[in-house]
C-alpha cells in the first residue's frame, strides 16, 4: 500500500506561478499531493499547467494581471471559495533603470503589484486562515530588501516592505495556526530580467553566471516553510549580501548594488 502524501485532499494557490520560482513551487507542491491553482499575467499559465498535469497533479489555472484592482477582485473570486492550505504570494515585477527615467504608469504598475494586490491577497487568504485556525503562507520576499537598490530603487524598496511585513506577520499570527515563511533569494535565474520594460535585462546582474537557480531557492523556501521557520537566506551569495548588510555602511551597500543593476 502506498504511502499518503501530505497534500491529498489540500490546495496550494501559487500567484506568479508560470515561472521561475512560482512554478518550481508549484511543482513541489504537486509532488507533495496538493492540488493546484496557478495564476500568471502571461499565457505560459497554461503551459505550466501542462507540466504539472504530467506531473500527476491536479490543476486550475487564470490568466490575469494582479497588479490591477479588477484582476486581483477576479482572482479573489476564483479561489474564495475553496479552502486554501497553502498560500504562495510569489507574483512580482523588476524595472531596473535610473528612478527619474522611469515612467510613471511602470512604476505604478510594479508598486500596486509588489505591494497593494499582494498586501490585499495577504489580507483575505490570512483573515481565512485566521479564522479556521490553521494554513501556511510563503511570501517571496528579497534580500534586495535588506540594502538600498540604485537603478532598481523601487523594487528594492517594495521587498523592504515585504520582508517587513511578513515578520510582522508572524508574530500576529503566532498562536492562531497560520504559519507565515518568508523567502528571500539574491539574484536568481528567471524569466525576470528578460520581462518587457525591465531594463535590468541591459545590466551587468542578467549577465552574471553566479545567479541562484529557481529549483534550489523554491526547494528552501518550501522546506522552511513545511517547517514552521520565519524566513530563510537562499544561496551563498544571497547570504553574504545579508551578513553585509549588518556591517557595511549604507554607502557601501548602494554602490555594490549600483555595478550590478546601471544598465551598461
Partial sequence: ??????GEGKLAVVTGGSTGIGYQLARRAVEDGYALIICAD????KQAAEKLRRLGGEVETMQVDLSSRDGVIAFWHKIEGRQIDLFFANAGRALGQAFHEQAWSDVKR???LN???????LH????KMAA???GRILVTGSIGGFVPGPYDAVYDATKAYLDSL??????????????LTCVMPGPTETPIFQR???KLQDAPIAQSESKDDPVMVARAGYDALMAGERGVVPGFTARVIAMLSRVAPQSLLAEIHRRGAEPE
Avoid: F
Fill in 1 to 6: 500500500m502506498s504511502r499518503a502524501k501530505p
Fill in 196 to 198: 518587457e520594460g525591465n
Fill in 115 to 121: 505591494i497593494l494586490q499582494t498586501t490585499t491577497l
Fill in 110 to 112: 510594479l508598486v500596486d
Fill in 132 to 134: 479556521r485556525g490553521e
Fill in 166 to 179: 511578513s515578520y510582522a506577520l508572524q508574530d500576529e499570527w503566532r498562536d492562531n495556526g497560520v504559519t
Fill in 124 to 127: 483575505k487568504v490570512g483573515r
Fill in 42 to 45: 502571461e499565457a505560459k499559465v
